[in-house]
T-cell receptor
Framework: KQEVTQIPAALSVPEGENLVLNCSFTDSAIYNLQWFRQDPGKGLTSLLLIQSSQREQTSGRLNASLDKSSGRSTLYIAASQPGDSATYLC???????????FGTGTRLQVFP | GAVVSQHPSRVICKSGTSVKIECRSLDFQATTMFWYRQFPKQSLMLMAT?????????EQGVEKDKFLINHASLTLSTLTVTSAHPEDSSFYICSAPTSGSTYEQYFGPGTRLTVT
């Protein structure tokens, strides 16, 4: 059974800092991994999708890496802004089930 | 990217009544959709997999007679919470994967259910 852990659970930083959010998963038989953002009371916004054959993906100030064999993914946020404040969720998609299993999330607050 | 809608966005109902939530893929077809629920300050918990033209597959611990799922077309799945109780109050979110090699999942905006 896939289990997903995200560290840290919460993070509060001043604007401008570069951030690292960590995601670990127990079942490495995945076809991809998605990173999402969720604002309070809202649905999920897809940020990045990494295929299992890829090592990283970049979109603007966001960069996600994937080390499938060790069951880890990292989301880098460069030059953080107050608008980045949200909960960030990672979700690997398992070959065995086609399902996304979500991590516990990292709650990020960026203050001016 | 692909768009998934949900309706209603918010609903308040009385205890004992039933509530239907719709999930639509607006610009793509989805033979499979997923239903999640989320309690405050917690992550998403997968409830069931909705399969077009066949029965839904429920996760362990989810009451299939209470949470009825119907996937009648390639663009619509519905979740009906039957005989709702206050403990069913939650945020319900659906998702649908696009077909092809990427199999990327897109999420609806969610439905806030409050049972009084």
């Amino acid at each position: 059974k896939q289990e997903v852990t995200q560290i840290p659970a919460a993070l509060s930083v001043p604007e401008g800092e570069n951030l690292v959010l960590n995601c670990s998963f127990t079942d490495s038989a995945i076809y991809n991994l998605q990173w999402f953002r969720q604002d309070p009371g809202k649905g999920l916004t897809s940020l990045l999708l990494i295929q299992s054959s890829q090592r990283e993906q970049t979109s603007g100030r966001l960069n996600a890496s994937l080390d499938k064999s060790s069951g880890r993914s990292t989301l880098y946020i460069a030059a953080s802004q107050p608008g980045d404040s949200a909960t960030y969720l990672c979700a690997p998609g398992s070959y065995n089930t086609d399902k996304l299993i979500f991590g516990t999330g990292t709650r990020l607050q960026v203050f001016p | 990217g692909a768009v998934v809608s949900q309706h209603p966005s918010r609903v308040i109902c009385k205890s004992g009544t039933s509530v239907k939530i719709e999930c639509r893929s607006l610009d793509f077809q989805a033979t499979t959709m997923f239903w999640y629920r989320q309690f405050p300050k917690q992550s998403l918990m997968l409830m069931a997999t909705s399969n077009e033209g066949s029965k839904a597959t429920y996760e362990q611990g989810v009451e299939k007679d209470k949470f009825l799922i119907n996937h009648a077309s390639l663009t619509l799945s519905t979740l009906t919470v039957t005989s709702a109780h206050p403990e069913d109050s939650s945020f319900y979110i659906c998702s649908a994967p696009t077909s092809g090699s990427t199999y990327e999942q897109y999420f609806g905006p969610g439905t806030r259910l409050t049972v009084t």
